[in-house]
């Protein structure tokens, strides 16, 4: 991020969501700066047959990073109901 704006730069934002914008945009930049690297380095495997441009390579990562978030959100919600349980039934052996 420290190359898209400085830390003097975002501390005179006052507004959250304007901050919360600029900080989004920067590490977007910096996927894609890191994206465009990796690329580089499996461009040079690629064959006619196994060619991806560079925005088709950038969509399926992040398609496949969304993915994997929405299953460990659902993992999440999942263990966070057991521990619920858990603390329920807890909280009742302490009641009686």
């Given at each position: 991020?420290?190359?898209h704006?400085?830390?003097?730069?975002?501390?005179?934002?006052?507004?959250a969501?304007?901050?919360?914008?600029?900080?989004?945009?920067a590490?977007?930049?910096?996927?894609?700066?890191d994206?465009?690297?990796q690329?580089?380095?499996?461009?040079?495997?690629?064959?006619?047959?196994?060619?991806?441009?560079?925005?088709?390579y950038?969509?399926?990562?992040?398609?496949?990073?969304?993915?994997?978030?929405?299953?460990?959100?659902?993992?999440?919600?999942?263990?966070?109901k057991?521990?619920?349980?858990?603390?329920?039934?807890?909280?009742?052996?302490?009641?009686?």
């Open positions: 991020m420290h190359s704006y400085g830390i003097n730069f975002c501390s005179r934002i006052k507004d969501k304007t901050l919360t914008v600029l900080l989004l945009d590490n977007k930049r910096e996927i894609e700066k994206l465009w690297q690329w580089l380095v499996d461009y040079s495997r690629m064959s006619s047959e196994t060619f991806m441009t560079f925005e088709k950038k969509d399926n990562f992040l398609n496949e990073n969304i993915v994997t978030k929405k299953t460990d959100i659902v993992k999440v919600l999942a263990d966070a057991v521990i619920m349980a858990v603390d329920k039934a807890e909280r009742e052996k302490l009641i009686k």
